[in-house]
C-alpha cells in the first residue's frame, strides 16, 4: 500500500469553495483503480494549507492510470481554480505505526504494527 501526499496551498478566502469541491473530486478518486482511501486535511497554524493523503495499493495507479485518466482531469477542474500554487506530490510507505487502544485496569494499552 502507498500513501500519497499532496500539499495544497488553497487562495486565501476560497477554502471553503475548495473544500466543497474537494467532496465532489472524493468520488473520482475512490473509484479509480488502485484506490482504497481520501482524506483531506486542514491545517490549523496554517489555515490554507491542506494535506490531501491517498491510499493506492501501487504508485503507478496513481502516477499512470489515475494521472492518465478522465477522472484527473476532472479532479483539477474541480479543484485546480482554487490551487495558490502547484500541489507538492510525494508518495510514502509505512515503516513503523502505533495506535492507542482502550485503557486497561487503568493504563492505555498500545499496539505497534509493521
Not at 84 to 93: A, G, I, W, Y
Request: aromatic share 10%.
Amino acid at each position: 500500500m502507498i500513501k500519497e501526499l499532496a500539499e495544497l496551498d488553497i487562495r486565501p478566502g476560497q477554502e471553503k469553495a475548495f473544500e466543497d469541491a474537494a467532496r465532489q473530486a472524493m468520488k473520482l478518486f475512490l473509484t479509480s483503480k488502485g484506490c482504497h482511501a481520501f482524506r483531506l486535511h486542514r491545517s490549523i497554524e496554517q489555515p490554507s494549507r491542506y494535506k490531501l493523503f491517498v491510499e493506492w495499493d501501487t504508485i503507478e495507479d496513481h502516477m499512470i492510470e489515475f494521472r492518465n485518466s478522465e477522472s484527473f482531469i476532472a479532479w483539477r477542474k474541480l479543484c485546480g481554480p482554487y490551487f495558490l500554487s502547484p500541489p507538492r506530490v510525494e508518495h510514502l510507505q509505512i515503516v513503523i505505526e502505533g495506535r492507542g487502544e482502550p485503557v486497561f485496569e487503568g493504563k492505555p494499552a498500545l499496539v505497534a504494527s509493521n
